[in-house]
């Protein structure tokens, strides 16, 4: 059943050339996640972005927040001051995957323990190399 409305295109992820594909794995990505947390207060400089995500360098974070904002999921606001003053934020449509986003950190920070113990006990199996 298409629940799209009739200008809306309905999407199956399960066929190879399926646009949402692409949404999933921009949502998937290692960076998005942590800079949709950064933002989700409010505008931000790169350099307090970076800082609140950690661990990224220079290079992909900028690489991530110009994808982020060709998505349309991001914005970005030059100041004209000297100076430049740069700052990102959530656009309205970033805005509406706050809500599943927050839902997998809290499922992740719920469940991190468990994962670490499979983890350890897989690991010490030694089950070496998959045949």
């Given at each position: 059943?298409?629940?799209?409305?009739?200008?809306?295109?309905?999407?199956?992820?399960?066929?190879?050339d399926c646009p949402s594909r692409v949404v999933l794995q921009r949502?998937?990505?290692?960076?998005?996640?942590?800079?949709?947390?950064?933002?989700?207060?409010?505008?931000?400089?790169?350099?307090?972005?970076?800082?609140?995500?950690?661990?990224?360098?220079?290079?992909?974070?900028?690489?991530?927040?110009?994808?982020?904002?060709?998505?349309?999921?991001?914005?970005?606001?030059?100041?004209?001051?000297?100076?430049?003053?740069?700052e990102y934020s959530l656009t309205?449509?970033?805005?509406?995957?706050?809500?599943?986003?927050?839902?997998?950190?809290?499922?992740?920070?719920?469940?991190?323990?468990?994962?670490?113990?499979?983890?350890?006990?897989?690991?010490?199996?030694?089950?070496?190399?998959?045949?």
């Amino acid at each position: 059943m298409d629940t799209n409305g009739p200008d809306v295109p309905a999407f199956d992820v399960m066929q190879a050339d399926c646009p949402s594909r692409v949404v999933l794995q921009r949502i998937g990505d290692k960076w998005t996640p942590l800079v949709f947390q950064a933002l989700k207060d409010g505008p931000r400089r790169f350099s307090q972005v970076r800082a609140a995500v950690g661990q990224v360098t220079p290079k992909v974070l900028t690489q991530t927040l110009r994808t982020l904002e060709r998505d349309g999921l991001v914005g970005r606001r030059v100041y004209a001051e000297v100076p430049p003053r740069v700052e990102y934020s959530l656009t309205g449509l970033g805005r509406t995957l706050l809500g599943p986003l927050d839902a997998v950190r809290a499922w992740a920070e719920a469940n991190a323990g468990g994962i670490l113990q499979a983890r350890d006990a897989y690991d010490s199996r030694g089950t070496g190399d998959l045949p």
